[in-house]
């Protein structure tokens, strides 16, 4: 059989966490904020995190596929510079449910309208820690197997099934089960 | 059918890339060579496996590696298929008669006719260095190809290096 791709690094302090840290559950994606299938997954992952509660922290990391969406690697920009202002989620949840309408003229609109100081943000974009931290995500996409985007990690192990919500909570469950063993 | 094996030389092949424009293996000699079955173009999705390879081309050209797509696709359905996805690497077309280099390196399906996903990697020499068929369905990333570039260049002259195969980097064992 296939021995699945495997995350790598595994989750750690410095990633963009969103839940309980001591979940059983740890849900990974690697996506791009100009891709249109992460924005369908979008609120399958809410969907999911407000079923499993504090049983699931989820953790997003970048992959921009930028020859394919010229303006995947702003955006990813944009909610890292977010990041700096401890507003990561806000932005990233701002950039997938506006995505029909992501161009680089509208990111300083939406860093105000999620409340961000606007010189800081602007200061930050391009600047190396930013960037440096999507190469980062990027080069562990490339180590763990990212096959394209979204491609998600359930506890480590890559999710190879549809990003839908039914098949996504049953593996999720499944896993749960398993872990009370 | 069965792939081609690590340590087979790689049969050699003419197809077409464009109306007037053919590429043949042996023209790449000297450099490794990714060559990278798909089933056909315009994959529903965007974030497929050319479109990843696209993305990852500086990683590839960082061993020197030409990447070629191939499908039983024809030429006009290739080149619109690049435009559409803005991807730098060429797509041969395996289409008259149909199939046949997919068939010559063991990886065409007689069931769906077209090419299974599988990937080859040629060193410089012409010889098949790994190799691996996705399961259907799955597309195989690039961490496995990636590795395999790094252990050839290590060994670069060392033709007695072991098998790739044997070293715990292929997916499919």
């Not at chain 1, 507003?87 to 003229?105: A, G, R, S, V």
């Amino acid at each position: 059989m296939n021995p699945s791709a495997t995350l790598t690094p595994p989750v750690s302090a410095g990633d963009h966490v969103a839940g309980d840290s001591n979940a059983p559950l740890t849900l990974v994606e690697y996506g791009d904020y100009q891709c249109p299938y992460c924005g369908a997954a979008h609120p399958v992952i809410k969907r999911i995190q407000r079923t499993l509660g504090r049983e699931l922290r989820f953790v997003f990391r970048n992959f921009p596929l930028t020859q394919a969406h010229p303006y995947a690697m702003i955006a990813a920009e944009a909610a890292e510079a977010a990041a700096l202002q401890q507003k990561f989620w806000e932005m990233h949840d701002f950039i997938y449910e506006h995505q029909d309408d992501l161009e680089p003229d509208v990111l300083p609109v939406w860093a105000r309208r999620v409340g961000l100081n606007l010189e800081e943000f602007g200061n930050a974009i391009g600047k190396g820690g930013v960037s440096t931290r999507i190469k980062e995500d990027r080069l562990s996409g490339i180590k763990s197997g990212v096959n394209g985007t979204p491609c998600f990690f359930i506890n480590g192990v890559r999710y190879d099934g549809t990003a839908d919500y039914e098949p996504m909570i049953a593996v999720l469950k499944e896993q749960l089960n398993s872990s009370d063993i | 059918m069965t792939a081609l094996k690590a340590k087979t030389l790689a049969p050699n092949f003419t197809l077409q890339r464009t109306p007037d424009q053919l590429v043949s293996l042996s023209d790449l000699r000297g450099k490794p060579v990714v060559l990278v079955f798909y089933p056909a173009d315009w994959s529903p999705v965007c974030s497929d496996q050319l479109a990843l390879y696209n993305e990852l081309l500086p990683e590839f050209y960082e061993f020197d590696a030409q990447i070629i797509g191939i499908s039983v696709d024809g030429i006009w359905s290739h080149l619109a298929f690049s435009k559409d996805r803005k991807f730098h690497t060429p797509l041969l077309s395996d289409f008259e008669p149909k199939g046949a280099v997919a068939r010559l390196y063991g990886v065409y399906s007689e069931k769906t006719g077209e090419a299974e996903r599988a990937l080859f990697l040629i060193d410089a020499e012409g010889v098949i260095r790994w190799s691996y068929v996705s399961p259907v369905g799955i597309n195989p990333g690039a961490d496995g190809v990636l590795k395999a570039l790094a252990l050839i260049a290590q060994n670069k002259g060392d033709s007695t290096i072991p098998e790739l195969s044997q070293l715990p980097l292929k997916p499919n064992s």
